[in-house]
């Protein structure tokens, strides 16, 4: 279960116990779960926000495998490589982490279903936006049977049919302010809205990544009224 805690737009842990044990259970929507999910992010800076959220998910979660991150050659050159020092402000150290480039996307979907075969992985994140039903399938069944998470970002995409067992909508938000510098940017963070899961109601929430406790943080105020009564509604189902 990921670490995750309720917190007010000032950084500071909120003074009521009760809204407690609700957001402890919200946390366990941020697992990895074991098996395919899937990611929705926009343009521009999405694809950046897509995988530092994973990567968050990841690093909050532990684990001792690799971090393997897959996408066409060309989806890096168009939107930037994931360097050893923003792997780590994520709580990632980069000996973890495997970077595949293959040409097209049927490359990056075998390299992924390989990866999660070999059980070396915690975590398999692939770029890929024409992903199919029987693709998808695959690597669902290939992440269950190694006990990893296969994650697949699509930028822009609406999504088709996919066995994923989650589907994300994930866009980045402004960050808080700096605690030492009101010119600095301060903590990540993003708007994730679960649309299906199968274990559960879906949700949004506003998060932030908190590089001091290697968890993320449930931003209050952010996401509107209805966000204690989602992490209730986790709590439920």
Do not use: H
Not at 55 to 83: D, K, Q, T
Not at 112 to 121: C, D, P, Q
Not at 133 to 146: G, I, K, N, Y
Not at 170 to 193: H, I, M, N
């Amino acid at each position: 279960m990921v670490p995750l805690r309720l917190v007010s737009q000032t950084g500071l842990a909120p003074a009521s116990a009760g809204a407690g044990p609700p957001v402890s259970a919200a946390g366990a929507v941020f697992g990895l779960t074991s098996g395919l999910e899937e990611a929705t992010v926009p343009g521009g800076p999405g694809a950046a926000a897509g995988l530092g959220f994973w990567l968050a998910r990841a690093a909050a979660a532990g684990g001792e495998r690799m971090i393997a991150v897959v996408a066409p050659r060309n989806w890096f050159a168009e939107r930037g490589g994931l360097s050893a020092r923003g792997a780590r402000r994520f709580g990632v150290e980069p000996g973890r982490l495997l970077l595949v480039k293959p040409r097209t996307e049927a490359e990056v979907l075998w390299a992924m279903e390989e990866i999660l075969r070999s059980g070396a992985a915690d975590l398999a994140l692939g770029a890929a936006e024409a992903a199919s039903l029987t693709q998808t399938r695959r690597l669902d069944m290939a992440a269950r049977l190694s006990g990893a998470c296969a994650g697949l970002i699509r930028v822009g995409a609406g999504g088709g049919l996919s066995a994923a067992r989650r589907r994300w909508a994930v866009r980045p938000l402004a960050s808080g302010p700096d605690p030492w510098d009101a010119r600095a940017p301060g903590r990540p963070r993003w708007r994730a809205q679960l649309l299906r899961r199968r274990d559960g109601p879906p949700g949004m929430w506003d998060l932030e990544w908190n590089d001091e406790t290697g968890r993320l943080d449930l931003v209050e105020g952010l996401a509107g009224d209805s966000l204690g009564e989602t992490a209730r509604a986790v709590a439920a189902g």
